[in-house]
């Protein structure tokens, strides 16, 4: 039972790999209930999944799946069940938010070139969120420390085939064809308060969803070897952008919205 | 007929290989006589060779090879020959000077890193006086011109490993012995006052092409990555020491010095 606001939004992101439930869900329930006390009602949460297109049965699939996996835990409250997040769940989505929600970075963020010694410091370096470029030869932000012994020094203005040797190459059709997505959406979207809170939050947990399973593959580029036309720093604006006018709702608002009429 | 003085200095060098006479000829007018109108009388030249331990024909060889090769020239004043370097001579002693006689490097001095493009501007970089220390990476003196396009990075206080990649490894053992033999004639050489003009002349003759054979077959190093320690640098440190200590003697006086008494 699409609704005529996000039947579109569903249709625009469907195309694009990766809407596993139990992942959506995940992206979620990190959304839109990562606070210490959230829960959401079950029929709150099936009206949700209804809209994103996910049928009751596999809806009742995926929370099964992320009960055994330690991800969410159900209790009953009379006779409805009410679902959150286990600490660990809420552990691992908090440890993710960062990087989801970070704003876009400046393009005249400092950044710095790392060389190591043969055989030297690349997994630390790796570890740390540096970029490898070349062999032996990783890029960073620039106030990231590296490791000692390594050759660290602050970046200038660089040349286009740097800034597109940061680029994770493997994600390039899937941020482009996100971007494209992204893009639909946000010129034809209605105004957040043409929304209901239920609506908005059916867009949000897509947004977040689809953005979370591309940022999350690789590390944060530093802001000054970022090209401007990279499609997943347009994605970055877009989402960014997006979640900035469809502010998440309380819990309580989408649990009214979704209540039958 | 070697003198008490030069013996022991061409006995110091004698073990360094390199000494081929005609090459030996080209330091010792490249030191001496490297004016437009400097000129080495026939008695004179054969005199400072002696001395060096080359014997009378190997000289005669020596100075039909370099007029064949278009590098000296001989006229004849009366019964005696004067040998001078052709223009092109000059022209190639002039150009090998600034680095023969640079003063040693300050080893505070700024330095650069350079990475270029795969394929990209290696040949122009090594052209430029730049020093491979990684695949598509280089290093130099921060006043350097990198090509267009390549990253070039100030650099900042370089790891030890950093500062022996750029040493010329090939010329080690080479750059050892040159330091041993430097040191032991430094510790044992009289003062320039009990010298004559002529036992100078082959003295500097013997410093500067013994280090030209080495600094020559590589880019010099920027002075903020080398290594206090490196035997390179102290020869560098030696020969500016020695050729200021034993300043060039006039062509006149060496020809006083040579004459029969």
Redesign the interface.
Known sequence: MPSDVTAPTVAAFAGLGGQRVWSLMISLFGDLAQGKDDAIDGPVLSAIMALLGVRPEANRVALHRLRNDGWLQSHKVGRISQHSLTPQGRAESAAASPRIYAAPPDLSDDWQ?V?T?ANGAEDRLREAGFIAV????FVGHGKAKAPE????????T??E??RRAVEPTSLKEDYEALHRALLSIQTTLPKAEALSPLDIAVLRCLIVHNWRRLVLKHPALPGGLIRADWAGYRCHLLVDDLLAHYPRPTLSDVAKASAPS
């Open positions: 070139l060389l010694e070349m062999p032996r030869t012994d390594c050759v660290a020094l602050p970046g200038t660089p040349p085939w740097l």
